[in-house]
């Protein structure tokens, strides 16, 4: 499974971005997904998570309220809807398959990673 990241880009403090992840194969619907990102100068960080079938998600403290993952299974994709954005979520963000069907956030249990889309928030 090969996933690409797309969406990111320069935003100021408030806004809204949303963050998509297409998957190469539709196999991919049977997988969790998740998304993290890694700031400047920091370790890799878990944002987001979402099972099989999307109706199970979950999110890191930080970004619970403000975010929301989904997913189309039909065309493959996972969404990360970004509202309210703060210059803290600047990073690079990255969705991953994961080799189970439910949702994970350690970074291990993940098999399949995109290149990363950068998010910028000014303040």
């Known amino acids: 499974v090969q996933l690409q990241a797309s969406g990111g880009g320069l935003v100021q403090a408030g806004g809204s971005l949303r963050l998509s992840c297409a998957a190469s194969?539709?196999?991919?619907?049977?997988?969790?997904m998740g998304w993290f990102r890694q700031p400047p100068g920091k370790e890799r960080e878990f944002v987001a998570a979402?099972?099989?079938?999307?109706?199970?998600?979950y999110y890191a403290d930080s970004v619970k309220g403000r975010f929301t993952v989904s997913r189309d299974n039909a065309k493959s994709t996972v969404f990360l809807q970004m509202n309210n954005l703060k210059p803290e979520d600047t990073a690079v963000y990255y969705c991953?398959?994961?080799?189970?069907?439910?949702?994970?956030?350690?970074?291990?249990?993940?098999?399949?990673w995109g290149q990363g889309t950068l998010v910028t928030v000014s303040s």
């Open positions: 991953a398959a994961a080799r189970g069907s439910y949702y994970y956030i350690k970074v291990d249990t993940y098999i399949y």
């Open positions: 194969r539709r196999t991919s619907s049977n997988n969790g």
């Open positions: 979402i099972n099989w079938s999307g109706g199970s998600t």
